[in-house]
């Protein structure tokens, strides 16, 4: 099964491309749930789990039309708690991508019991959040993951449990391994031309990304660093400082974030910031975020590492055994095949000898009409001959 194809939508800042967190092709069989609070944010990264993206459910339905006008190709469900999703059928699913767990902590468990080809369920938190006792069958780790360090530009770090099913004693396939990006800092999402309150510059920026925070004054960060991101699930629009930054030209200002450039640091796809019909709804994205989009991205990398894994054991297996089927019945074939005695090997000169004799398919009347043919050809395969001996 194939996405469909990217395509490039004209801007008024430039070219802008979209489906940049998904992939064109599904690596593994089999589907994605994606579950989240006002918008499913994993749904963005579905395509790094390899997984087509099933269903998408939320339980706050004020960026409904949003939600459904960015996955226009997908069936988008608003349930009014985890008992509605209890009730959910999970046929073809193997992995459950939850924004928060259920408060009720047996809810969880319901969900690990009623998935027969659920093999992974991720959310963010520590171990014991939204945990009362795995099934059997059932094993958890915990991810920690740096924004920093997987190309963000805010200093979030999140911890992300990954519930993995063990299959026939197996401990669930390979290691959980997130995968570094390039550093960058908060000088690739600001928008310059901003009205904001004249101050003096910054002297010798650094060329390379700054990865930590640097205040010039209490409450204002220098435009060289990392975003300062809130803890407990405070709104990131409130909770960014004030940045010193670039009007123009020599023009040094202080002033605050804007939304849309919070978004960008959080990774949101700019396509969702141009569906978007209000302020209203841009607040909304910014007031939602639990985590940037490149940890969600990073986590989905790491289990899908651990599904392709176990899917190229069975390919293996599977492989080597058309393999030794093809073997067979080549050497079956050989058996039946009678190649004839093997043919002499000649010297350079007898097979120039051998191709200028006469075909012995032609009939006498076309032999012995050219009779002055085959002395010139006798003659001819004789200068080959000389020629080559003298060499």
Known sequence: MV???ESATS???GEGRTGILKVAELKTSGRCLAIGWSFPWWGLVSGRLGLALA????????????????????NVRVAGGYEDVLEEELLGVRVLCLERPPKDKKALGVLLGKGKELERVVFSGGKRTGICGLPKGWMLDELDVKHAAVGGVTDAIGKF??????????????????????????????????????????NNLPFTAVKSTEFVEAGVMSCAGIIPFPKGRKSFRHFAPRVLT??????WIKRKFEAKELLAAADVPEKLVHLSQSHFEINKLVDELDWPVKMLQAVAEATEGTLESTDRLQSVGKKRKVDEVT?????????????????????EAGVLEEAFLPDPNQSNEHLNGDEPQKEDDAHLAKAVKNDNSAV
Do not use: C
């Not at 670039?246 to 023009?251: A, E, F, N, S």
């Open 3 to 5: 996405e469909e194809e």
């Open 55 to 74: 269903k998408l459910i939320i339980f706050n339905p004020s960026l409904l039309r949003l939600t459904q006008d960015y996955f226009p190709d997908v």
């Open 161 to 202: 449990v990954i519930l993995r099913r063990s299959k026939s004693g197996h401990t669930g396939g390979g290691k959980l391994v997130v995968t570094p990006r390039p550093a960058r800092d908060a000088r690739e999402i600001l928008k310059m031309a901003r009205p904001g309150i004249k101050s003096t510059g910054l």
């Open 327 to 347: 073997l067979d019945e080549v050497e079956n074939m050989t058996k039946k095949i009678n190649l004839g005695p093997s043919p002499e090997i000649m010297s």
């Open 11 to 13: 801007w008024e800042h």
């Open 246 to 251: 670039k009007y123009g030209g020599r023009i």
